[in-house]
Each structure stands twice: as C-alpha cells, then as structure tokens.
C-alpha cells in the first residue's frame, strides 16, 4: 500500500461537508417555538385573566381560595379582601383568591 500526498489530498477534498447553520440551527428553533405555543404562552393568558379576575372583584361575589375556603365577598381593598365563609370573616390577599365560584342556576318553573 503506497499512498503519495496527491492520493491523501484528493481524498480530504472528497470528504462531505458538514450541515449548514440553517440545518444546526433548525431543531432548536423549532422545540423553542413549540415550548413557547405549549408552555409560555397559556401561563400568560392565565396569569393575565386572573389579574382580571381580581381587578373585578366587587362585594357579593362568591370566591374560592387556595386553600380552599369558600365565601362572599364583604370588603374589597388594594391587596385585601374580606371574606366572610358561614359565620367567620376572613381577611384574605387578593392574589390567593383562585376563582370565583358560579351560583347555580334555577331550576325552570313549571
């Protein structure tokens, strides 16, 4: 086996190239998009329809907390709010309250 350089440098001259930036770069892009359409953008849109929620809160609401408690609103403040669950009043910050409860519907008549 007699190699001469001219065999080894055409054989370094055929040798593939690697991927281009675009094919590197490609797959990252892509979980990024995904973790951003999957992840990021609902906790937004839940964080900012809780803020609604709170901004909202007016006096008789029926509200759930996180830890459980449920009441009626009494008093709404900047960062409280005054609960009152079966004969406690409860003051609680605004931003433990999780959601508000729905009243149930009547019953059609007859």
């Known amino acids: 086996m007699n190699f001469s350089l001219v065999d080894i440098a055409y054989a370094q001259a055929a040798t593939p190239k690697g991927p281009s930036i675009f094919e590197t770069l490609?797959?990252?892009?892509a979980f990024l998009a995904i973790m951003y359409f999957m992840i990021i953008r609902p906790q937004q849109k839940r964080a900012r329809d809780h803020g609604q929620m709170l901004t909202g809160l007016k006096i008789g609401d029926e509200v759930v907390t996180s830890g459980g408690i449920v009441g009626r609103v009494r008093s709404v403040a900047d960062s409280f709010v005054t609960v009152e669950s079966l004969s406690s009043t409860l003051k609680i910050?605004?931003?433990?309250?999780?959601?508000?409860?729905?009243?149930?519907?009547k019953a059609p008549t007859k």
């Open 93 to 105: 910050l605004k931003s433990n309250v999780t959601g508000l409860t729905k009243a149930p519907d």
């Open 26 to 29: 490609a797959l990252p892009a």
